[in-house]
């Protein structure tokens, strides 16, 4: 018999606690034990008792808050009390929708770094133009980055798909301004050189606008380029499809075209909702904690437990740290 997965959920620090309270209070799962991090009145409106632990926290993480501090300076409070949680194994994945810059900091310093991994990146999966979808990291942990942490995120990256997705040997790409190995300043030349060495089906570089064409699995850049990436997809999509509700919204002719190709303009709203493709992970940290999106609903918290309960069965932090350990890719 399988042990129940335990997966804590810090209730704090998004735009809409209750959201995730009707998340916690409807998810019905045998194989899941939800440990839930909040103050005492977000804990009381927790009215479900099957495979819940309430931990009553009484401190919360702000966004101003000092990020590199924070897990010294609040101990307390949810964010924190997960991740040491988290450390102690007393649950299995941390799950956070507060202060990006706390949390990776917090996971950083509370459960360490994999051996060889002098910066963590954070990693998410994005759509494409067809079914599949595709990893992008660094989505901003680091703005500043080494060659070496670039090749990091690719390895680390390669597991992810290969053991989550069952892609053998995924593709990777490097983001860059054009597609000769020439292209970029130092340290993206230099990546270049490291992943082309190092990196089983590595495809050269890609621009920005083929992103979406799903023509690799995974796409690497140092944060900045990534973060500016992510947000840039999440804008034009959103902006999208306001203009497509626009045209179709015009006229009475228009109205009635629009309710003929209703479904699909559904499909394409689906397939960019950041919702369904679970939070954003650290790679390269001894411990998976997944982060959300702050504005995160019902449906998100879903898919971000969905992702916990595969990256729990397959151990991949577990092969993460073997693998960079050896210094080789398995």
Do not use: W
Request: charged share 25%.
């Amino acid at each position: 018999m399988h042990r129940i997965m335990k997966i804590g959920i810090d209730i704090l620090g998004v735009d809409a606690p209750e959201k995730i309270i009707n998340f916690i209070n409807t998810y019905k799962d045998d194989e899941v034990e939800l440990y839930v991090y909040g103050m005492e009145k977000e804990l009381a409106k927790v009215t479900k008792t099957e495979n819940i632990v309430k931990n009553l926290c009484t401190e919360q993480v702000f966004m101003e808050d000092d990020s590199a501090r924070v897990h010294r300076k609040k101990k307390d409070a949810s964010m924190i009390r997960l991740l040491e949680d988290l450390k102690n194994d007393v649950i299995d994945v941390a799950i956070s929708g507060g202060s990006t810059g706390a949390f990776m900091a917090s996971s950083i310093f509370m459960l360490g770094r994999i051996e060889g991994v002098s910066k963590p990146g954070l990693a998410s999966l994005l759509p494409t133009r067809s079914d599949h979808k595709f990893l992008l990291t660094d989505l901003g942990a680091n703005v500043e980055a080494r060659p070496e942490d670039i090749l990091n995120y690719a390895k680390l990256g390669q597991l992810y798909m290969k053991y989550i997705y069952n892609i053998e040997t995924p593709s990777v790409a490097l983001l860059n301004v054009g597609v000769e190995e020439t292209k970029g300043n130092k340290v993206y030349k230099e990546a270049h050189q490291l992943l082309k060495s190092n990196i089983s089906n590595f495809n050269g570089n890609i621009e920005s606008r083929n992103i979406l064409e799903h023509t690799n699995d995974i796409v690497v850049s140092e944060g900045f380029a990534g973060n500016v990436m992510l947000k840039t997809i999440e804008g034009v999509a959103g902006s999208l499809g306001k203009m497509i509700k626009g045209i179709f919204m015009q006229n009475l002719k228009t109205k009635i075209g629009g309710l003929l190709v209703k479904s699909g303009i559904s499909a394409f709203r689906k397939k960019f909702d950041y919702s369904e493709y679970g939070g954003a992970f650290l790679l390269g940290i001894k411990k998976p904690s997944i982060k959300v999106h702050g504005s995160s609903d019902e449906n998100a918290l879903y898919y971000a437990v969905q992702q916990a309960k595969q990256i729990h069965k397959t151990k991949l932090y577990d092969i993460m740290i073997e693998t960079m350990e050896k210094g080789e890719q398995k």
